[in-house]
């Protein structure tokens, strides 16, 4: 059974330019949240995508967007590219409907910006 | 705006207990996780809270009172590789999460 899958594992960008961070959930789940941590930090809820929708929207700005395919992997993208959007970004997928399933997270991908 | 207070660091001694608390000021609550995560690695679900009250599951048990907007996460018999940060998360709506910054816990022999 295959968990949480990201992609890539690092990634090194210059400031102005554009990401794209690609993510599979859980075999089962229809739902994917994106996270983003700082170093010494606790995640910070982006966004969740449900049938290819974004159904929830933490406090980001609109360079950050997101995009859910059919076989429910994700995608965030992020243009214009701040020296501060340095950070792990986490994927974390789940079941729709489910309120005592908790999320499961992939790896993650470690954006370092120039 | 949703705010979850954490201790920013602990230390313990093997074979030890240690207590960590969380405490949370949030528009909703649908739920209460401890998450742990070891460095460079993604979190790892630890314990749900969801009623007020006591969970156990093996070395691990996480407490919840609702009416004070409080939580904590025991370990019991501390092991080396308990080394790591714990991340308290609360959920106020549905399907979303707040994390708070973690809990570095540093086990010592």
């Known amino acids: 059974d295959a968990g949480v899958t990201q992609s890539p594992t690092h990634l090194i960008k210059t400031r102005g330019q554009q990401v794209t961070l690609r993510c599979s959930p859980k075999?089962?789940?229809?739902?994917v949240s994106w996270y983003q941590q700082a170093l010494g930090q606790g995640p910070q809820f982006i966004f969740q995508y449900y049938e290819e929708e974004e159904r929830q929207r933490g406090n980001f700005p609109d360079r950050f967007s997101g995009h859910q395919f059919p076989n429910y992997s994700s995608e965030l993208n992020v243009n214009a590219l701040l020296l501060g959007d340095s950070a792990l970004y986490l994927c974390?997928?789940?079941?729709?409907?489910?309120?005592?399933?908790?999320?499961?997270f992939g790896p993650g991908t470690r954006l370092t910006v120039l | 705006g949703q705010n979850i207070d954490q201790p920013t660091e602990m230390t313990a001694t093997e074979g030890a207990i240690v207590q960590i608390n969380c405490t949370y000021q949030?528009?909703?609550?649908?739920?209460l996780f401890w998450y742990q995560q070891h460095a460079g690695e993604a979190p790892t679900f630890l314990s749900y809270n969801v009623l007020d009250g006591l969970e156990e599951k093996g070395r691990f048990s996480s407490f919840l009172s609702r009416s004070k907007g409080y939580s904590y996460l025991l370990l019991k018999e501390l092991q080396m590789k308990d080394s790591a940060s714990y991340l308290c998360a609360v959920s106020p709506d549905f399907n979303k999460f707040y994390f708070g910054s973690g809990t570095k816990l540093n086990v010592k022999p």
């Open positions: 974390a997928s789940s079941l729709y409907g489910s309120s005592t399933d908790t999320q499961y």
């Open positions: 075999s089962g789940h229809d739902t």
């Open positions: 949030t528009s909703g609550f649908n739920g």
